[in-house]
């Protein structure tokens, strides 16, 4: 006879049995759907995790050969591929920011405008001597957003200097110290830049008015007598241009301001072109480098900087007399004009340049820049 539950009447061993079983196979069934829920989510969070580690992560930049790399930190990834390319393989034009600031003034702005505006089919490399840049600031983003030829890039000085002839000048030396270090470094980096890559190199404060395209392998000079370091541009692996580095490590000097830059450059074209004097410096002489003359990036020489600023009277439209077709630039003699206010609305010189061939960045001055 079967045994019976008293309080339920059930048959006791096996409604226990079967009582449990269901509850481990319910439970079972539970904890394997858990798993299951549990392995899917979890599959998919980690999916999600390693993509966002693949976009965070930093992109191998392998934008320029060698050690020319930029890092910008303001930048995301995705800007960094959009912006960066190879070193182009056309012509090239290089700005060299060297004063420790993240971004460019209006000035700045517009040399860089200028001539990617007048020359198209040049990649220009606008460099920092420092690797964060605020690509985010008005100058900046206005020169990005309206010229497919420009890159802003920041440079890691260790890693760009590290090789080269200037590595022990730039590491193990106190050229830091110097009165006039600034720009000497900058000295140092043109024709490093220009050693290395070849292509154009412009100062910040030099406005082009026409396209530089059809001039190659040349110096300018200031006056007919000083060779100018602010124009240059020189084919690549231009044996003319591992003169001047040469020339910059043995005879640099800190305590003179144009020794490693117009002065150096006088050296080395006179050596280059076989010649005592610069005025004999021709094509010819100089196997196929130029001296361009003074009109050609200096129409108005140093002593005569406030041309650039005089208010004149409305109705003066005369154009100056310095402004003829040989004008490919105008310099403008920052470092002694750059306290001078330029007036958005008025008739200076410079406003009218600006107006001109930066009209971006014109677009975007205050009043007084």
């Not at 390319?85 to 971004?103: H, P």
């Not at 305590?255 to 072109?273: E, F, M, Q, S, Y």
């Not at 010819?284 to 002593?303: D, E, K, Q």
Request: charged share 20%; hydrophobic share 40%; aromatic share 14%.
């Amino acid at each position: 006879m079967e045994s019976k539950d008293i309080a339920t009447g059930h048959p006791k061993s096996c409604w226990r049995s079967n009582s449990w079983k269901r509850i481990w196979l319910k439970r079972r069934a539970n904890i394997n759907y858990e798993r299951s829920f549990l392995l899917i989510f979890g599959s998919a969070g980690l999916v999600i995790i390693v993509y966002n580690i693949l976009i965070a992560s930093p992109i191998p930049i392998c934008l320029i050969p060698d050690d020319l790399t930029t890092v910008s930190p303001s930048e995301s990834p995705r800007e960094l591929k959009q912006n960066y390319d190879f070193l182009s393989e056309g012509d090239k034009a290089f700005f060299w920011e060297t004063g420790g600031n993240q971004t460019l003034n209006i000035r700045q702005a517009c040399a860089v405008e200028s001539l990617a505006l007048h020359n198209p089919s040049v990649t220009v490399y606008m460099l920092f001597s420092q690797e964060r840049v605020n690509s985010s600031s008005i100058t900046l983003r206005t020169l990005t957003e309206n010229y497919k030829n420009i890159r802003i890039i920041g440079i890691n000085m260790n890693n760009f200097m590290t090789g080269s002839a200037l590595e022990h000048w730039y590491k193990f030396t106190d050229w830091r110290k110097g009165p006039f270090n600034v720009s000497h470094f900058s000295d140092a980096l043109r024709f490093a830049t220009l050693s290395k890559y070849g292509g154009y190199y412009f100062d910040l404060d030099l406005i082009h008015l026409q396209p530089v395209t059809h001039y190659r392998n040349f110096f300018a000079t200031e006056d007919g007598i000083i060779v100018s370091a602010g124009a240059i541009h020189a084919d690549y692996g231009h044996p003319i241009m591992q003169l001047a580095i040469s020339d910059f490590v043995v005879n640099y000097r800190a305590d003179v301001w144009g020794h490693n830059g117009p002065a150096l450059l006088g050296r080395v074209i006179t050596k280059w072109c076989a010649v005592p004097k610069l005025r004999e410096a021709t094509y010819l002489r100089c196997r196929g480098f130029s001296v361009l003359p003074n009109a050609s990036f200096y129409p108005v020489h140093y002593p005569r900087w406030r041309e650039f600023f005089h208010q004149r009277a409305p109705n003066d439209t005369m154009t100056p007399d310095w402004l003829t077709t040989e004008v490919i630039g105008v310099h403008i003699w920052n470092k002694i004009s750059y306290g001078e206010p330029v007036y958005r609305n008025s008739t200076q010189y410079y406003t009218q340049l600006a107006r001109t061939h930066c009209p971006a960045i014109f677009s975007i001055a205050s009043d007084v820049f």
